[in-house]
């Protein structure tokens, strides 16, 4: 539980309607938000990761739960597809993390710059809402400018299976 005078003196800079709401809350909260650091990796053997677990994100982008739901598509495809064997599955649970490592990883640098840029802070300090809009605009942007149909990823990790499964027939 938070102090609600601590709250109130956090917002006491702001409009008036901004303070009328302040008293209309009875009870408040406080808890601290954390992302990780991209992991070495998500799978072994017979075992991934996914969603959170994998790659969880602070929320300034909104885009942590879209990237959950991506995971599970791609990961419940390739699982479904006739590639997925008991004998090639860690060659299957590979090619997911490799197909979606990149994209989740850069939704976490992404999150933290929007989240530096809402709270005008570092390089954001001093600048105008305008550029920080600008700022912030170009980082959404990138998750679904060319983003493509999520069944690109199954394709390209249709793709990593056959040529690792390849590479381990060759050893």
């Keep these: 539980e938070a102090d609600h005078a601590e709250l109130s003196d956090q917002f006491q800079d702001f409009e008036p309607e901004v303070q009328a709401l302040l008293k209309c809350v009875d009870k408040s909260s406080r808890w601290a938000i954390y992302d990780v650091e991209p992991l070495e990796f998500w799978s072994r053997g017979r075992v991934t990761l996914l969603g959170d677990a994998a790659h969880a994100t602070t929320p300034f982008l909104g885009a942590g739960g879209g990237q959950v739901l991506e995971d599970a598509y791609v990961l419940s495809r390739l699982l479904g597809s006739s590639l ?46 305008e550029h920080v809009a600008q700022a912030l605009n170009s980082l959404s942007e990138w998750l679904w400018e060319g983003r493509g149909d999520p069944e690109d990823d199954v394709r390209e990790a249709e793709r990593l299976i056959k040529e690792l499964l390849a590479t381990e027939l060759e050893m």
């Design 84 to 129: 997925a064997t008991c004998d090639t599955l860690p060659a299957v649970l590979l090619a997911y993390e490799r197909v979606r490592a990149p994209r989740a990883n850069q939704v976490i640098y992404r999150s933290r710059e929007a989240r530096r840029a809402f709270e005008f802070l570092e390089e954001y300090d001093g600048r105008s809402t």
